[in-house]
Nanobody, 124 residues
Framework: VQLQASGGGLVQAGGFLRLSCAAS????????MGWFRQAPGKEREFVGN????????YYADFVEGRFTISRDNAKNMVFLQMNTLKPEDTAVYYC??????????????????WGQGTLVTVSS
């Protein structure tokens, strides 16, 4: 599976962004999808994920209801809607895919495939 993330950019605190991830290669609907992020000087961390049907999602505690993951299996796309952004959300955001049925939060070593990342910068 090849993953291509897009939609990053510069936004003011309190603003919003919608990240997209386009998948190609294998049947998209067979994969759980998710997002990680990596801030400068920090380790990559889990943001959230979604199961194959879109019926189940998990989020990191820091999301606090501000982010929503969704997917469109017909278009092989997964999305991360980020609202009420904070400067501490500044990071490179990566989409990821895993062939194992979703059962909870992911660790970095979990997903099988990774996208290239898209930079989100939140100014104060």
């Amino acid at each position: 599976v090849q993953l291509q993330a897009s939609g990053g950019g510069l936004v003011q605190a309190g603003g919003f962004l919608r990240l997209s991830c386009a998948a190609s290669g294998r049947p998209f609907s067979s994969y759980a999808m998710g997002w990680f992020r990596q801030a400068p000087g920090k380790e990559r961390e889990f943001v959230g994920n979604i199961n194959w049907s879109g019926g189940s999602t998990y989020y990191a505690d820091f999301v606090e209801g501000r982010f929503t993951i969704s997917r469109d299996n017909a278009k092989n796309m997964v999305f991360l809607q980020m609202n009420t952004l904070k400067p501490e959300d500044t990071a490179v955001y990566y989409c990821a895919a895993d062939s194992i049925p979703l059962s909870g939060h992911w660790v970095v070593a979990g997903p099988d495939y990774w996208g290239q990342g898209t930079l989100v910068t939140v100014s104060s």
